[in-house]
């Protein structure tokens, strides 16, 4: 069965997409830690970060890093903090969270944003790739 993430993917469930190519997929988190909150998966089914071939986990940080310096140029931060759990969704996928301090980077405290405010900041984001 088809994870959460290859449905938005393929388009089946609405995302705010930041950016896109053949192998890597990046939206906002809709339940964001922060402002700008990003999640960057890649378009194969993987469950666990380190199970991804060499390339594919290269090629993820790769594109994970464009996106977070078009974040820090779209969305107020001191940083882009990166996180990768991985419990949420069997689904690899890295957090990338615009921060001010550490303590902004607390999973408990998820933030909400109006569909205007969301689309917005994808919007922004995208523009700055």
């Known amino acids: 069965m088809a994870t959460i993430f290859t449905k938005i993917i393929k388009g089946e469930i ?8 053949d192998d890597y997929f990046a939206f906002l988190d809709i339940n964001p830690v922060q402002k700008g ?3 960057v998966v890649p378009k194969i089914e993987e ?11 290269s090629g993820l940080m790769v594109f994970a890093k464009k996106v977070a310096l078009a974040i820090e ?9 990166v996180a990768v759990i991985g419990m949420e969704v069997p689904h690899v996928h890295i957090h990338l969270i ?9 999973f408990a405290q998820k933030k909400e944003f109006e569909a205007g405010e969301m689309a917005k900041t994808a919007k922004a984001i995208a523009e700055q790739l």
């Not at 609405?14 to 190519?21: G, I, L, S």
């Open 98 to 106: 615009p921060i001010q301090k550490e303590s902004d980077l607390n």
């Open 37 to 39: 909150h990003v999640l």
């Open 73 to 81: 140029k779209a969305v107020s931060c001191t940083r882009v903090a």
């Open 14 to 21: 609405p995302c705010y997409k930041v950016a896109e190519d």
């Open 47 to 57: 469950d666990y970060i380190f199970r991804l071939d060499d390339e594919t986990l």
